[in-house]
């Protein structure tokens, strides 16, 4: 535990400057920035932002996993991410094992439990029906029930073969039973993107939302799809979840050009794509949403308030006197970036955004 420690001068996205005093892994005071250097002796620098810790919505998190999985600090504090939340990796069979490893990570972390058994050993894995285990299901969210935060049924082509949408209606089934949200993943059909929006409800995720594949959320003429408005209207949550094939550039202008909003702002990160890209960090994939024209209070809403709200954990979305310090401290950099999608399209950024360190767990690490 660090004792006593004053973080000084640290820039909030409202423009207000202050000074953050924590003992004990505590947040004691929060006050008007002293103009002193700033906290240049924890950082080798001033002028760094604070916000409340960022939070991914959509990790894979089983190191041995491949192609996807990653460490839960790689991806996590390490990258300026105090929060992770893995997006079903483990199904029945696993999850245990990463309640279990995530103990030891200095990062937080919650899960998505796949509606599968088998979660991602094998990446067809709702190919099979007697793979979804009504009863291991149910077993599991009663032995990780503030572990597991939802069920993740992964709804594309690859994933569910010639089952379509039969595994989507019974992981409905499986929600309404566990009174969990469902995160569904969308990709390429069929099943057609519209019986999959269809389905969702209020508190639901449709993670890679801004994919450029041609089963996507907007018509040809880049208007969305009316069951998208619907869905939105009933309170279905749209997340980013960028991964190696899922976030387009000319998806996100489309959306940005039709003012549907950012509800969160997720990596789909794992080892592959964390080091060769298009994903790289979480701060990477704020800058590109810097770079699509959302102003950086809508890009850092988006991975801390924003996800907290859904996660019902409002704790972990603001910087608040007598809570525990849970802070991400970043830059707000000038200068060329070049900034890769999914679809292989660049854009050049002219500022973007470096993670810089944590403050999480009562100790302070530098990225
Ligand atoms: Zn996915
Ligand atoms: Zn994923």
């Known amino acids: 535990m660090n004792k006593g420690i004053v973080l000084r001068n640290l820039k909030q996205v409202n423009g207000e400057a202050i000074d953050i005093h924590i003992d004990d892994g505590m947040i004691t005071d929060i006050i008007p920035a002293s103009k002193d250097q700033g906290a240049k002796e924890y950082f080798n620098e001033t002028g760094l932002y604070v916000s409340s810790g960022w939070i991914d919505l959509h990790v894979h998190a089983v190191s041995e996993f491949d192609p996807y999985g ?48 088998i979660g991602l050993q094998r990446i067809d894995e709702l190919s099979r029906l007697e793979w979804i285990d009504h009863d291991k299901v149910i077993k599991a969210v009663q032995r990780y029930p503030e572990f597991i935060v939802g069920l993740k049924a992964r709804i594309s082509q690859s994933v569910v073969k010639e089952n379509r949408i ?33 389905l969702l409800v209020r508190k639901d995720i449709v993670t890679h939302y801004l994919n450029g594949k041609p089963n996507h959320v907007f018509d040809q003429h880049g208007k969305p799809l009316p069951e998208l408005l619907a869905a939105i209207e009933r309170g279905v949550h749209l997340d980013v979840g960028h991964g190696n094939a899922s976030f387009s550039f000319q998806t996100a202008e489309k959306a940005k050009a039709a003012g549907i909003g950012l509800n969160t702002i997720s990596t789909d990160i794992y080892r592959r794509n964390r080091l060769h890209g298009p994903v790289y960090s979480m701060s990477n994939l704020l800058s590109k949403f810097l770079c699509l024209g959302y102003s950086l209070d809508e890009v850092i809403e988006a991975v801390t308030s924003q996800a907290a709200a859904w996660l019902n954990k409002p704790e972990l979305g603001g910087i608040v006197v007598g809570q525990k310090a ?37 100790a302070l690490i530098t990225c």
């Not at 079903?88 to 937080?108: E, N, V, Y």
Request: proline fraction near 3%; charged fraction near 25%; hydrophobic fraction near 40%.
């Open 70 to 117: 990653d460490d839960m600090d790689e991806i996590g504090v390490k990258q300026g991410v105090t929060t992770i939340v893995d997006a079903g990796s483990c199904g029945a069979d696993r999850i245990g094992t990463l309640f279990t490893d995530s103990a030891q990570a200095m990062t937080k972390v919650f899960a998505f439990l796949n509606i599968s058994h």
């Open 166 to 198: 039969i595994p989507l209606k019974l992981a409905r089934q499986l929600s309404s039973e566990t009174k969990l949200p469902l995160m569904v993943h969308i990709g390429s059909a069929p099943p057609d993107i519209r019986e999959v929006l269809a």
């Open 326 to 362: 849970n802070l991400t401290f970043f830059a707000l950099r000038s200068g060329r970036l070049a900034l890769l999608d999914s679809e292989g399209e660049e854009r050049i950024a002219d500022h973007y955004i470096e993670a810089k360190g944590v403050f999480t767990n009562g």
